[in-house]
């Protein structure tokens, strides 16, 4: 892209990337297969035009639509450009990988460990805190109590200040 001019115009319409294979497969567990042509299929979607980029993209979009899947899986699973670049070229370290070294002055250790094993970076963590349900249903799974909900949530809006 870069040779030719086109990164300028990649970052102004891309703001991240989304693995929905998984998604597919968490939510339509009972399918055998979850390509895009058996699920297009499956809900009835025209497939003229497939295999262009664009086109994919709207047939993925009609897909989600009618799956009925909500933001918030969606929201879990975007990885930011430079996640995705530099993904690959740095150690493990859920801290860095997943943005949440801004938190361990706040919340325990296992409780970063546990973001991190299920993927949840602090951008996510950042856009849901705007809404207290979407947030307690992306975090309540690993909280043993309203204490830690609450010290969590008070260190992510101080992230978004601190941004």
Known sequence: ???????????EIV???????????DTLSR??????GALATHFGINTEGAHDALED?????KIVERAEI?????????????????GGALPWNPHRKYGL????????DDLIRNLAQRKITLEVLQMTSRN?????????????????MHALKKAVRQSILRS
């Open 57 to 61: 993209v709207r047939i993925l979009e």
């Open 31 to 36: 399918l055998s297969t979850h390509t895009l």
């Open 101 to 108: 070294l801004t938190l361990t002055s706040f919340v325990s």
């Open 70 to 86: 909500s933001n918030l899986p969606l929201r879990i699973r975007m990885r930011s450009i430079p996640e995705v670049a530099l």
């Open 15 to 25: 703001a991240g990337f989304i693995d929905t294979l998984h998604i597919m497969r």
């Open 132 to 148: 207290d349900a979407e947030f307690e249903a992306l975090v309540s799974p690993i909280l043993i109590n309203e204490k830690q």
């Open 1 to 11: 892209m870069k040779q030719h001019n086109q990164l300028d115009s990649f970052f």
